[in-house]
C-alpha cells in the first residue's frame, strides 16, 4: 500500500477485497432494476419470479410517460445545444483574464452547481412568473443550461490548460477570421472534452428533478418530474423500465466517451 | 497573449467594424464570457436576490423580519435544520470513513487498474438520482432484498424497518456523494510525492506510522476539500430524502418545498432557503480557512 515498505500478503489481500466490496456497493444498486424491469409481478421482487415485458409495454402505451420522454429528450437536447457553445467561450474568454478577475468569474460560473438546487427551482419559479415563462420550453432549457454550465466550464477550462496556442497564433498572423480558426484551429484541438461535455450537459437536463419539478408543467412535464411523483405515491414497476432504459442511455454515453478517446476523468 | 489578441483586433476591426467600435477593442477578448454570465444570473443570481427580497416582507406584503423570527422562535424549524445537519454530517461521516482507505488503495495501485476503479466510481454518477432511490427501495423496503434473504434464512421472522428512516437515508445519500468525495481524495493521494514515504521507511519509521503522520497529512488538504464538497451538496439534498425517508426524514429542501406548495407562504418559504444559503457559504469559507492553515502549517513544516 505505501510503497517502501515490504509486501504484506495480508494487507494486499483485505485491500482488494474492501476494494472490490465498495465497488460493488457502487455500482450493483444502480443495476439492480434491470432484471426487475423484466419481472410479471405488480410488486417489487428480487429475483422477479416470471417474466414479461408489460412494464415496457406499459410504458409505451401510456400517452403520459411517453410525452414526459419527449420533453425530457428536447429539454436535453436543447440544453447540450446552448450549454456547451456557451460554456466553452467561456472558458476560452476566462483565459485572458487577469488572475483576480479569473477567480472571480471562475467563482460565479460555478455557483449553479453550490446553491442547493431547491433554491434556484424556487427562486427562478419566481421569475419566470414575472415574466409569463412557468410551463414553458424556453424557461426549462435555460435552467437546465445554467445548471449545465458549471460542467461546461471545468472540462473545457480543463481541456484549454493544455491547449497550444501558437498554432492559434500562427493561423492568425496568416490572415485568417475568428470563424476560421475556431472551425479550423481550436476545435479540432478540443474534440474530445466537447464530446464529453455535450454529454453530461445532455445526462444533467436529463436526470434533473427539482428545478423540473417546480418549473415544467403540462405537455412539457419531464421524465424525473413524472417519475418522482410516480414514485411517492405508489411504487410503480413502470419505472423500473424506465430506469433500465436511462441506464442504457447512460451506458450508450459512456462507449461513446470511450470510442471517442477522451477516456479520462471527468472531474 | 498579449500579441495574439491585438492581431485579433486587427482582423476584427477589419471584417466587422462597427461591432468591434462599439464595444472597443479591450473588451473584445471578454464577449465571450457574456453569454454565460447572463444565463447563470438570470437562472440563478437573480432568483437568489429575489429570494432575499420576498423574505424580507410578511403576508400582508408589509416589510418585517417576521420570517427569521419564525425561525427562532419555532421548534419545528429548529428540528428540521437540525435533522438536516446531523443526516449531512452522517453522510460525510460516511463518506470519510469509507472513501478515504478506498481512495488510499486505488492511489497506490497502477495507471491501469487505477483506470478501471475510477471507471467503476464513475458509473453511479452516469444514473440518474431517481433510479438509484428507487433501487435502494426495491433493496431495503419490508418484502424487499435484504429482508426476504434475513426471513428466508431464518435469521429474524419480522421485517426489519429498513426503508423510510434516517438510515436509509443517510445510505442513499452516501451511495450518492461517495464517487464525488472519492475523486478528489483520489487525485490529492496520487499527487503525494513518493520520495517522502520510501524517507520514512528507510528511517525505521512504521507503516502505520507513515501512514498517520505523514501519508494522512499529506492528504488532508484534499480530504478536506471532499468531505465540505459533500456536506454543502448534502445540506440541499431534496430527491433522496423525500423517497428513502419516506415523510419521517424532514429536511430543509422539503419544508422549503412543503411552504410553498401547501400553504402558498412563499415569504417563509424564501427565508429558509436564505438561511440554507448563507449556511452553504459560511461552511464553504470555514472549510477554506482551515485548509489555508493546514497548508501554512504543513508549508511551515517542509521549510
Known amino acids: 500500500m505505501l510503497d517502501g515498505f515490504a509486501r504484506s500478503r495480508v494487507l494486499t489481500f483485505s485491500g482488494w477485497a474492501f476494494a472490490l466490496a465498495m465497488m460493488f456497493f457502487l455500482i450493483a444498486p444502480s443495476l439492480i432494476v434491470v432484471p426487475m424491469s423484466f419481472s410479471s409481478s405488480e410488486y417489487l421482487e428480487f429475483p422477479p419470479r416470471a417474466f414479461s415485458l408489460r412494464w415496457y409495454e406499459s410504458f409505451f402505451a401510456s400517452l403520459a410517460w411517453l410525452q414526459a420522454a419527449r420533453a425530457s429528450l428536447v429539454a436535453a437536447s436543447l440544453t447540450a445545444v446552448l450549454s456547451v457553445p456557451v460554456g466553452t467561450l467561456a472558458a476560452y474568454a476566462t483565459r485572458s483574464l487577469p488572475l483576480r478577475m479569473k477567480v472571480t468569474v471562475g467563482a460565479f460560473l460555478l455557483m449553479p452547481a453550490i446553491v442547493p438546487s431547491i433554491l434556484v427551482a424556487i427562486g427562478y419559479f419566481f421569475v419566470l412568473a414575472q415574466i409569463g415563462l412557468v410551463g414553458s420550453m424556453t424557461g426549462l432549457v435555460l435552467g437546465h443550461t445554467a445548471l449545465a454550465i458549471p460542467v461546461v466550464f471545468v472540462i473545457m477550462s480543463a481541456a484549454f490548460a493544455s491547449f497550444d496556442p501558437n498554432q492559434e497564433r500562427a493561423a492568425e498572423s496568416f490572415g485568417a477570421g475568428r470563424l476560421v480558426i475556431w472551425w479550423a484551429v481550436i476545435i479540432p484541438q478540443i474534440k474530445g472534452p466537447l464530446l464529453a461535455s455535450a454529454l453530461l450537459a445532455f445526462v444533467t437536463s436529463l436526470d434533473e428533478v427539482v428545478v423540473a419539478m417546480f418549473i415544467s408543467a403540462g405537455s412539457n412535464s419531464t421524465l424525473p418530474k413524472v417519475m418522482f411523483s410516480a414514485l411517492r405515491d405508489k411504487i410503480d414497476p413502470t419505472v423500473a423500465a424506465i430506469s433500465s432504459m436511462l441506464i442504457l442511455v447512460a451506458v450508450f454515453a459512456v462507449v461513446a466517451l470511450l470510442r471517442s478517446g477522451s477516456n479520462r476523468p471527468t472531474s | ?303
Open chain 2, 1 to 303: 497573449m498579449s500579441a495574439s489578441v491585438t492581431s485579433a483586433e486587427i482582423f476584427a476591426g477589419e471584417d466587422h467594424g462597427r461591432f468591434s467600435r462599439l464595444f472597443g477593442p479591450s473588451l473584445r477578448p471578454y464577449l465571450g464570457l457574456l453569454p454565460g454570465i447572463a444565463i447563470v444570473f438570470l437562472c440563478v443570481a437573480l432568483p437568489c436576490l429575489w429570494l432575499l427580497y420576498l423574505s424580507a416582507f410578511d403576508d400582508g406584503g408589509k416589510l418585517s423580519a417576521i420570517n427569521y423570527e419564525r425561525m427562532i422562535d419555532q421548534v419545528s424549524y429548529r428540528r428540521i435544520f437540525a435533522m438536516t445537519f446531523v443526516v449531512s454530517l452522517e453522510t460525510v461521516l460516511c463518506c470519510v470513513i469509507l472513501g478515504v482507505p478506498l481512495a488510499t488503495f486505488i492511489s497506490s495501485l497502477g495507471r491501469r487498474s487505477a483506470a478501471l476503479f475510477v471507471g467503476g466510481i464513475l458509473f453511479p454518477l452516469w444514473t440518474s438520482l431517481l433510479v438509484r432511490a428507487y433501487a435502494w427501495l426495491v433493496i431495503l423496503q419490508r418484502n424487499g432484498l435484504i429482508n426476504n434473504w434475513l426471513i428466508s434464512t431464518g435469521l429474524i421472522e419480522e421485517p426489519l424497518p429498513l426503508a423510510f428512516n434516517t438510515f436509509a437515508t443517510v445510505l442513499g445519500m452516501t451511495h450518492i456523494m461517495l464517487p464525488i468525495f472519492l475523486l478528489p481524495v483520489i487525485g490529492a493521494m496520487r499527487g503525494i510525492d513518493r520520495s517522502l514515504i520510501r524517507a520514512a521507511a528507510s528511517m525505521g519509521a512504521s507503516r502505520a506510522y507513515t501512514y498517520q503522520k505523514i501519508f494522512l497529512p499529506l492528504a488532508l488538504p484534499g480530504i478536506l476539500a471532499g468531505a465540505t464538497l459533500v456536506f454543502v451538496m448534502s445540506l440541499g439534498f431534496y430527491v433522496t430524502p423525500a423517497i428513502l425517508g419516506g415523510g419521517n426524514v424532514q429536511v430543509v429542501s422539503m419544508r422549503i418545498a412543503r411552504s410553498l406548495a401547501t400553504y402558498s407562504n412563499f415569504g417563509a418559504a424564501a427565508a429558509i432557503g436564505i438561511v440554507l444559503l448563507l449556511s452553504t457559504f459560511a461552511l464553504m469559507g470555514m472549510s477554506l480557512i482551515v485548509r489555508r492553515i493546514v497548508q501554512a502549517r504543513q508549508g511551515g513544516m517542509h521549510a
